[in-house]
């Protein structure tokens, strides 16, 4: 499975778009991209997840490049309860053993 | 009341102690999973179950044995806890029927081995 690079952390005033970029330069054709969050040492919730095609849903949007290499996660209006570690995974749907749920991008929203 | 739950939430132990860990679920799902969590880390993958009569050795299984008991419960144990199994323990389900590949988390239990 492919890996993903992400940065360590950004800041995000609140009620901006926050867009948190991930890097999956060696991603195959049916691989999907995931995203999880996680909120303090909560378990990580499902965000939203894509393979080729832009995909919106009621917590956020996910752009994929056209060659499919990397990815943005964009929260539209970011609160203070976005703050989280945010995870880039990359997958196929039957991949269960070698997901890798990496450090991840730690968000802080700023009031 | 949460789909996930694990027990216990906080447990401290010393070296050596037997550790069960415990996860039911009412999702319904088919698929159970633990994780474990370092400070900074992500999750890696301890054992994954598909069904009650399947069970998979993850990334990292060294140390760890499951079970699983019904379609609901799944546990981890730790036979002889050391301290570098301190850590927080994630137990997740998912729906084979669905298609997809998300996951269900529980709240977590914290482990401290002394």
């Known amino acids: 499975d492919a890996k993903t690079t992400q940065p360590t952390s950004m800041d995000c005033a609140e009620g901006r778009a926050a867009n948190l970029p991930c890097n999956h330069s060696t991603i195959s054709g049916n691989e999907y991209v995931y995203w999880y969050r996680q909120i303090h040492s909560q378990g990580p919730q499902y965000i939203i997840h894509g393979l080729k095609n832009n995909e919106t849903n009621e917590m956020a949007s996910l752009i994929i490049t056209e060659d499919r290499k990397s990815s943005t996660l964009i929260l539209p209006h970011a609160t203070l309860r976005d703050t989280a570690v945010y995870y880039c995974i990359v997958a196929l749907k039957t991949s269960y053993d070698k997901v890798i749920f990496g450090p991840g991008t730690s968000l802080s929203v700023i009031p | 009341d949460a789909d996930v739950t694990q027990t216990p939430r906080n447990r401290i132990t010393k070296t050596g102690k037997r550790i069960m860990l415990e996860c039911s679920q009412t999702k319904g799902h088919d698929r159970m999973y633990w994780y474990r969590q370092d400070p900074g880390l992500g999750l890696r993958l301890i054992y994954y179950s598909f069904d009650v009569k399947d069970i998979n050795k993850g990334e990292i299984s060294d140390g760890y044995s499951v079970s699983r008991q019904a379609q609901a419960k799944f546990s981890l144990s730790l036979e002889s806890a050391i301290p570098n199994q301190t850590a927080l323990y994630f137990c997740?389900?998912?729906?084979?029927?669905?298609?997809?590949?998300?996951?269900?988390f529980g709240e977590g239990s914290r482990l401290t081995v002394l």
């Open positions: 997740a389900t998912s729906d084979r029927t669905s298609g997809s590949w998300e996951l269900f």
